[in-house]
């Protein structure tokens, strides 16, 4: 059997430095930490690893942390076949530069899968065992399923859009048709007045809300700030965490958070389109806080460092784990903003930064509610297009007609589709459900967020856990 990342840990780093319970740890020499801040950086991780092998006392843990260590190499070993399925790595460089020089052939990572979850399967946890190590076990098996998925796609297994979105994000996107978008159309056709086009009254609407480019920065640095201070009123972040923002052109998605590990982020933000007002607070939230970045450093600090559970060193982004992710940055949005609250803050902070009339704002985002009713279209759009009974300027123009997509934004969104196929369910799909599953469990939403970002749960998990 390989060694374990705990047990390597305990051969190669250097001593623990002083830890509340050094007098158990027979190797551990307590030591004074000095030196630069990637010095004290590295003995936070070293101390952090060493309390993690303290408290992993049972057999049954050190065989899931050897079976886990094979999957992020087997997340890794993919990773060398499509660029895009590794979104955030952590863990030992050097099983990066193995899987780097070894490349092994799809077909060997498939045959280890198959065999890495027949013992997964066999090292079932104990009926006494508590809830987080029967969720780990469960999220562990259905990872490593969803891996197997995208490795047979990427050797040329064709799925349909439900086949893949089930095998690879653990759920499925209701079915539409045209007649189910008509009722809010209508609605949004009298809101709007004047001659064209709905797509072109609502461009037009639209375009008095873009947030100039030179005020971009102030504007996004506003709502950040904003997201943050929310947040942190509810949900406690370790000390050192933080993230930068970059702009960039030339991609597929409007945003993305790269998740750097040690507590870091890079966000990325899209400049090739306009980008309106409301975007600022929308992916302030998704991506920072408590979206993307919240949920990644929780998950560091929670999984891997506080129990030393290495799978969460690696992030697939083709498994149940983005559902969960994009689902929850989604509804943290309205989390952090409920709906009065945001538009008063709208109103107040960010209208004004962005050289916008304040009184616009209420209006503003009651059409955007109703667009928003819009979003299950795009989802349709990918379904018809990928399973190939509509091609790509027919699917720009379902989102356009349906889904009230700008030309170029649907444009974008269907090369976002070609790159992510079945991904795009996560974002809306994903939102609803964990809304509805938050929301069954009691008033207190932030604590029902905080607690579903800090435990390893399935999406079908969510809706079994609501009937
Ligand atoms: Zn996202």
């Known amino acids: 059997m390989r060694e374990s990342f705990l047990d390597r840990a305990a051969r190669t780093l250097p001593p623990a430095p002083r830890l509340r319970r050094t007098a158990d740890a027979q190797s551990a020499k307590a030591g004074r930490v000095r030196g630069t801040r990637a010095q004290r950086a590295r003995a936070a991780i070293v101390a952090a690893v060493w309390l993690a092998l303290l408290t992993v006392s049972d057999a049954q843990d050190r065989s899931m942390n050897s079976l886990a260590e094979q999957y992020v190499r087997l997340v890794l070993a993919v990773g060398q076949h499509d660029a895009d399925y590794v979104d955030a ?5 050097e099983w990066r530069t193995e899987a780097e020089a ?20 066999a090292a079932a946890t104990a009926p006494d065992a ?39 994000y653990d759920a499925s996107s209701p079915t539409h048709t045209e007649a189910d978008f008509a009722g809010v159309l209508s609605q949004l056709d009298s809101r709007l007045p004047g001659k064209g086009s709905l797509i072109d009254r609502y461009d037009a609407f639209r375009s008095r809300y873009v947030i100039p480019r030179e005020r971009l920065d102030a504007v996004f640095k506003a709502a950040i700030d904003a997201c943050r201070r929310r947040t942190l009123q509810h949900i406690t972040l370790p000390p050192g965490e933080s993230f930068s923002v970059e702009y960039v052109t030339g991609k597929s998605w409007s945003g993305y958070n790269w ?33 993307h970045h ?37 509804y943290g949005i309205e989390v ?51 399973d190939g009974r509509i091609d790509a300027r027919a699917a720009a123009d379902w989102m ?51 607690r579903l970002i800090s435990s390893p749960r399935l999406p079908s998990s969510l809706i079994h856990a609501r009937n």
Not at 347 to 352: K, T
């Open 400 to 450: 356009e007609k349906y889904g009230l997509y700008s030309r170029p934004r649907a444009e974008q969104r269907v090369r976002f589709v070609d790159q992510y196929r079945s991904y795009v369910i996560n974002y809306n799909l994903g939102r609803d459900m964990v809304a509805a599953y938050i929301e069954s469990r009691g008033r207190d939403r932030w604590a029902e967020f905080a």
């Open 294 to 330: 919240v949920y990644n450093v929780l998950l560091e600090k929670n999984m891997l460092r506080d129990r030393g559970w290495v799978e969460f060193s690696v992030y697939a982004l083709f498994s149940p784990q983005s559902l969960i992710a994009e689902g929850t940055a989604n």
């Open 336 to 386: 952090a903003f409920p709906r009065a609250d945001r538009v008063e803050f709208e109103r107040r902070v960010l209208f004004p930064a962005a050289g916008l009339k304040p009184e616009n704002a209420a209006r503003y985002y009651e059409v955007l509610a109703l667009v928003d009713k819009l979003s299950y279209s795009g989802n349709e759009a990918a379904r018809r297009y990928l």
């Open 102 to 121: 070894q490349k092994l052939p799809l077909a060997e990572i498939a045959s280890r899968a198959a065999t890495l979850a027949g013992e997964i399967a």
């Open 130 to 168: 508590d809830e987080m190590s029967r969720l780990r076990h469960q999220y562990l098996s259905r990872q490593l399923e969803a891996l197997r998925a995208r490795v047979s796609m990427l050797m040329g297994t064709k799925l349909t859009f439900d086949q893949e979105s089930k095998a690879l």
């Open 259 to 291: 998740y750097q590990g040690n507590y870091r982020s890079l966000i990325q933000v899209n400049t090739d389109l306009p980008i309106y007002v409301d975007r600022a607070i929308d992916l302030a939230c998704h991506e920072g806080y408590p979206g």
């Open 89 to 93: 790595y952590y863990g030992p460089s």
